[in-house]
């Protein structure tokens, strides 16, 4: 899907492609990837390094053109192996040519278009739009990250009632996801540092990048403080857990060693031999009294020692 934006004044769509407009393309389709190379003579190797989803955030020059690749958040099923993850969004320019290119339909380009149409302004340049497309990324972000915060409460909460391993696989994913945030975002800031120097920044775009740099640190902290909580959160259960098994193995071990006893004793005098008690009468009964007392005595012990 393709659409031309006027950048100027109101962000509104246009027809057709017109100089220092904004091209926005989703979800390209192999023939709208060659014609977007074939129509503005784009090197071919920058549509497919934006279409690598593990493309690191990165800038590149070639024949006067540039290539801004940038991380931005996505969320997937949440019954997902990563429920929460990162996809590239390349930014192509060159003159009064502007295009950004994203192979996933992601929220964040959605808000991001109807925020700057509720703001009323378009762009300054081109370099306005670039940093205003960082600090969106920054925003969505944390707004993630406060959902995965809420899935972290709600499983803790759960866990609290009954260690179940669906939860703890929930958890689990969420790491995961965690773990592709703090990365993305670390390419991120990395990235915004070496665009500073490289294009032409003026006042009011400083003020945008100082904008960018506290919510990309915030988001950086958060998602190290979530990550530290997870951790903690798994290694808490897994104890929890390790400490139930000791106690049934333990439980269980206590009554086999109450049982053998008895087993023991109906051994003893249920063997072919002279005993003794092959004629008495009260002979089931000793044994009988005598295995129930013996049992008694262990569970007596292994009671005192806390065993069972």
Not at 10 to 26: G, M
Not at 99 to 118: A, G, Y
Not at 169 to 185: A, K, M, N, P, W
Request: proline share 2%.
């Amino acid at each position: 899907m393709k659409a031309y934006w006027n950048i100027s004044g109101k962000l509104n769509t246009i027809k057709e492609w017109q100089p220092n407009c904004w091209i926005q393309v989703t979800c390209p389709t192999e023939q709208e990837q060659q014609e977007l190379e074939e129509t503005y003579n784009i090197p071919d190797y920058f549509i497919s390094d934006i279409s690598d989803t593990d493309e690191r955030a990165r800038y590149e020059y070639d024949d006067g053109w540039m290539l801004i690749i940038l991380r931005i958040p996505y969320v997937k099923e949440i019954r997902s192996r990563t429920p929460y993850t990162t996809v590239p969004l390349g930014i192509i320019h060159k003159r009064d040519v502007t295009i950004t290119v994203c192979n996933f339909e992601t929220n964040m380009m959605l808000d991001f278009v109807s925020f700057q149409q509720k703001r009323g302004e378009g762009f300054t340049d081109y370099v306005d739009m670039i940093f205003r497309l960082f600090l969106c990324s920054a925003v969505w972000y944390l707004k993630r990250l406060k959902q995965i915060s809420n899935l972290i409460d709600k499983a803790k909460h759960n866990l609290d009632q009954e260690v179940n391993n669906e939860i703890l696989i929930g958890l689990s994913r969420l790491q995961d996801s965690l773990t592709y945030f703090v990365t993305s975002i670390r390419g991120n800031e990395n990235l915004l540092a070496k665009l500073k120097f490289k294009l032409q920044v003026d006042e009011l775009d400083a003020d945008l990048i100082e904008d960018v740099n506290i919510e990309m640190s915030q988001a950086r902290e958060i998602t190290s403080i979530y990550t530290d909580i997870l951790e903690s959160t798994m290694d808490t259960y897994s104890s929890i857990i390790n400490n139930n098994m000791n106690t049934v193995m333990r439980t269980l071990t206590s009554v086999s060693i109450i049982m053998m006893f008895p087993t023991l004793i109906s051994s003893l005098f249920g063997m072919n031999l002279i005993n003794g008690m092959e004629t008495s009468q009260w002979g089931f009964a000793i044994a009988l009294i005598l295995s129930v007392l013996v049992s008694g005595v262990t569970w007596w012990i292994l009671r005192r020692k806390r065993l069972i």
